[in-house]
């Protein structure tokens, strides 16, 4: 069985320690609330979380990493307020290591990677596992 986890750039930017196929990890995760609608990516199911304080809608999730996608998009201002830059079109590219600080592919940006886990648990988080506040 498997489960899939969006892992956004800033994230792994900002607090995130790198991970490679067959790596065997352990993340707080949240069920995704808003669907990534740009390029053919199938389902996700969990959003990592590494800044909310909201320990009772996270949940820890340990499993073997299968494989990583690098999610790139393209932007363009939006309509409404020209100041926020939405997504596009998009593509994947595979990897066999996150890292963060990924290079522009064909003049799109990396928005996080998408990680298949397999050999999975998930449960949710006890107060005392999430630090954030």
């Not at 489960?3 to 065997?24: K, N, P």
């Not at 997504?87 to 890292?99: I, L, Y």
């Not at 990677?113 to 506040?133: C, D, G, M, Q």
Request: hydrophobic share 35%; aromatic share 12%; glycine share 6%.
């Amino acid at each position: 069985m498997k489960c899939t986890v969006f892992y956004e750039s800033w994230r792994m930017e900002c607090c995130g320690t790198g991970f490679s196929v067959d790596d065997r990890v352990k993340w707080l995760v949240n069920k995704i609330k808003q669907p990534i609608t740009v390029g053919n990516i199938g389902e996700i199911n969990y959003c990592y979380e590494a800044h909310s304080s909201d320990w009772q809608n996270i949940f820890v999730l340990e499993g073997k990493v299968e494989t990583i996608k690098i999610l790139y998009h393209s932007y363009v201002p939006s309509e409404d307020n020209p100041r926020l830059m939405i997504p596009v079109g998009g593509k994947t590219v595979d990897t066999e290591k996150a890292r963060g600080f990924e290079k522009e592919v064909d003049d799109m940006e990396a928005s996080g990677y998408i990680v298949a886990l397999s050999e999975y648990t998930i449960r949710h988080a006890n107060k005392e596992e999430v630090p954030f506040k």
